[in-house]
């Protein structure tokens, strides 16, 4: 299903050469107002009562702004998601075992797992990225080698990450994504694999926000209550440790954060810079919205929040970030499922916006 | 894009005769509780978190007890919009004129309104059924006359419909209906086009829920405020005037309803009397589905609520019915446009039972 040559570099091609964290970040510019009033302007001359179709308005207005056309395409569309491991879940905060990322590693490019099911509706790619996996993977076409370290240190005791290893895996994620946009993808969404990763979830948007961890931390993948208490008092011991800058995203994301969730920041830094909306997935992906807006406050208006994730902290966090979600279906999964859903929703706005006849075609003026 | 045999009446099919809305009440049985139970076995046992899809899971389980399986299919899809006028608009009490209706009934079947756009994406055919268009209409193979008259008759001073014409609109729904499903279709969806049809649903949904007019009147289409102060006169008028019994939905329906609401209430209950699901849209297919519940109360566990639409009174009606919406993006278009849409999410669901991958197949224990 997925063009070997999605992300294979080719000739001069703009992906040839690293493009740091740094050139990424100073390229992004404000989204189109101008445009979007355009957009607004072109959807309220559908034939339907003006504002009647509700967010699918306001999605294309978005996609508008962000593509700088009055028509934009989705059609190649493609999730990467992103999978490494954690050094926090030899404190048994997980109801899974570790070997699960490495096992879901191989299946969610076979279009097996639950983002590959509901990802096929839409034709939407899927590349797996190994930022992390702590295990031997053999590769292939869309699951790719990008591993910076065999899972992160326990941050109980150690920091997640180097500095560097921090900014290297942004810039995995800016590589791939960039990758894909030269290879003509248009919307992006964001997912993740990797057994462990509500806790650094947590402790980012704990860090972030400056709540406390209790306020942040839920049951991830039904972790019984008992363990939930001792998954905040990780958390605590890991912010109290290591005393994350919360103005220093890349200091966050280094001491108490995860490989998958700094790739993940990359993908949106990535489409922001390119002009390509990226679609963010659940609890786990807005931890890393967080660190990419920190990073630059402009990548918000490139990202589109897909749905409420079940996952107790999801609602906290996307309030603080300023997200409203398109879709409340109760999903904790992960993986870029609910991404997954929304480029449904997308491609119907798209469609709505491209295929409806107008008033003026009918000779009437808009109601 | 339709097949012209959809609609056709064949040979032996048991559309041939005419199906009395008698018969189709006493054929709805329950739904099959013990096959719900399997199919939530299966759901469990796919691979990922249990619950951790939340409402696809329930959807794929409400869809297993309907359809009595636990791999349910439905591939073959189709959206019943049914079209009529209404006397009411005499009071000025819309937004939009009356041949709004005429117009639209040409445009729904060539799949460039709103809901034939959004459609498209799950290649769910329309169907539009011409009930009581006050206009000469040229029809054609998905554009199909079952006039039965000329729009209601003003309800402020007549009764809408004669009590003959309120059964003989539902006897319409349930024949199309019939005839869709024995040529092959799974999954049913209402929609409706009728300028001024808020009118009817906000009335019966005061008379059915004993509310106030006002709790249950909303601006429909962009109707200024001071005009929905006389729609909601104008209700209090019509329901002062012929005292419609509340435990009488023929009664409801021919005194203050509509033949698009009676069409749509026909469809409810020929999916539930064939164990074929559908999905309802938004206010005005909600008041149907007030009528075909009050017809028969099994019904409603064959309905699947799609959205929350922004039209005033439709929160109120879906919690009076027990219904939970599995979108609220802000419609308030009607013509099926959010079924449409809540088709995207069941194929996403279908997709999920049918073709994840198993805790068995990789030999793991549920989690």
């Known amino acids: 299903m997925v063009q070997e040559t999605l992300l294979k ?3 001069n091609n703009s992906a040839e050469s690293l493009i740091t964290l740094e050139e990424t970040i100073s390229k992004i510019k404000p989204v189109n107002e101008e445009i979007k009033q355009k957009t607004r302007e072109k959807v309220d001359g559908l034939l339907k009562p003006v504002g009647s179709l509700g967010l699918f308005e306001n999605m294309v207005v978005q996609l508008g702004g962000i593509m700088e056309t009055t028509s934009p395409n989705v059609d190649k569309k493609a999730i990467v998601v992103c999978a490494a491991d ?6 048994g905060i997980t109801a899974a075992p570790k070997f699960v990322t490495e096992l879901m590693t191989y299946q969610i490019p076979k279009y097996v797992t639950g983002v590959g099911v509901i990802a096929k509706q839409t034709n939407a790619e899927i590349v797996l990225v190994d930022v992390g996996v702590d295990a031997d993977i053999e590769y292939s076409d869309n699951l790719v080698n990008r591993k910076i370290r065999k899972g992160t240190a326990n941050m109980r005791t150690e920091q997640a990450m180097t500095r560097e290893e921090a900014i290297q895996s942004i810039e995995v994620g800016i590589e791939i994504a960039t990758n894909l946009i030269n290879n ?3 919307l992006l ?3 993740e694999m990797g057994i462990g990763n509500t806790t650094p979830s947590s402790a980012i948007m704990a860090v972030l926000s400056g709540e406390d961890p209790e306020k942040v931390t839920g049951a991830g993948a039904n972790l019984p209550d008992d363990k ?3 998954k905040i008092e990780v958390i605590k011991d890991a912010i109290s440790l290591h005393k994350p800058d919360k103005d220093d995203a890349i200091d966050v994301l280094s001491k108490v954060g995860g490989l998958e969730i ?3 920041a990359g993908v949106m830094l990535a489409g922001a810079a390119n002009k390509v909306p990226v679609v963010i997935d659940g609890f786990i992906s807005t931890a890393a919205a967080a660190i990419a807006i920190t ?3 402009l990548v918000k208006d490139y990202l589109i929040c897909s749905h409420m994730s079940h996952e107790k902290a999801a609602a ?3 309030d603080f970030l300023g997200f409203k979600p398109y879709l409340d279906l109760g999903f904790r999964l992960g993986e870029g499922s609910g991404a997954a859903v929304a480029f449904s929703l997308i491609d119907g706005a798209v469609r709505m916006n491209n295929e409806m006849s107008t008033y003026a075609e009918q000779n009437l003026g808009v109601v």
Not at 86 to 91: Q, R, S
Request: charged share 15%.
């Open 184 to 186: 003509g993808v248009t």
């Open 86 to 91: 954690h050094g926090i879940v030899e404190e």
């Open 228 to 230: 939930v208490l001792v």
């Open 262 to 264: 700094g790739a993940m």
């Open 189 to 191: 969404g964001t997912g």
């Open 316 to 318: 906290f966090s996307l």
């Open 9 to 11: 570099k080719e000739g």
């Open 295 to 297: 990073l630059n406050p």
